[in-house]
């Protein structure tokens, strides 16, 4: 099956982004943009995963369930998962490790936890944009232990990516690299790459995406597509 992939998007809970970002009216935006799978990446918290995975399932359109986590290094990392359980053990771990720093919605933006139905059920209390305490070897580890699928985010951008904050793309088992939309190939080096919108507003969802010929919608199948495919478009 082919699937037309975005799999870097914020709902409301990351503080940057639009509080029109629940997970139903993604899951609906996505839908209207020709996606057939998708997945929710907030910022170092997975509270909004199970409204996600039901909006998604409700719609019939298959998602994987993420986070983008800041490493110690404050370089972000997209962090995929096929199981919610195993997403929500991961959240855990790396909001646990968060700064006990509270968030200042006035100044930072809120982070509402919502329901499938757009209830909003609370509000996550420490500051998401913090860096955890592990770093990118670690991050590596524990992802691919709850079977999940490891790849630096926008690695061509002048902020938070792993080039910009190490001054090199290290040789890790990283599972492929995110470029922007228009990012320059050549700087993934060995790696397989894909592109996603990092959206974090609705008119955007969809706007960088990635297609993949899958048997089915898992991290085991999307790994095997990687590396059969080397460096995509």
């Known amino acids: 099956m082919l699937y037309r992939a975005d799999f870097h998007i914020h709902s409301c809970l990351s503080p940057c982004a639009s509080l029109e970002m629940s997970p139903s009216a993604i899951v609906e935006q996505a839908r209207l943009a020709g996606l057939n799978a998708l997945a929710l ?137 995110e470029l922007t939309p228009r990012g320059d190939l050549s700087l993934a080096g060995r790696y397989p790459v894909m592109r996603n919108s990092d959206s974090h507003q609705l008119d955007s969802v969809g706007s960088g995406y990635t297609e993949f010929d899958l048997p089915c919608l898992s991290v085991a199948a999307l790994k095997e597509a990687l590396k059969s495919s080397g460096n995509l478009p």
């Open 41 to 177: 990446s907030d910022h170092n918290c997975a509270f909004n995963l199970p409204a996600f995975d039901a909006c998604c399932r409700q719609a019939g359109i298959e998602c994987l369930l993420g986070m983008e986590v800041t490493s110690v290094e404050e370089a972000h990392m997209l962090c995929l998962f096929d199981q919610l359980d195993a997403a929500m053990e991961f959240g855990d771990a790396i909001y646990t490790s968060l700064p006990e720093v509270r968030n200042q919605p006035e100044r930072f933006g809120d982070q509402p936890i919502v329901a499938e139905d757009e209830e909003i059920l609370g509000f996550a209390d420490k500051y998401l944009i913090s860096a955890s305490t592990f770093d990118i070897s670690t991050l590596v580890d524990m992802v691919h232990a709850l079977g999940g699928l490891f790849v630096p985010a926008h690695i061509d951008r002048a902020v938070f990516g792993i080039i910009s904050q190490l001054g090199f793309l290290p040789e890790e088992d990283f599972d492929a690299v």
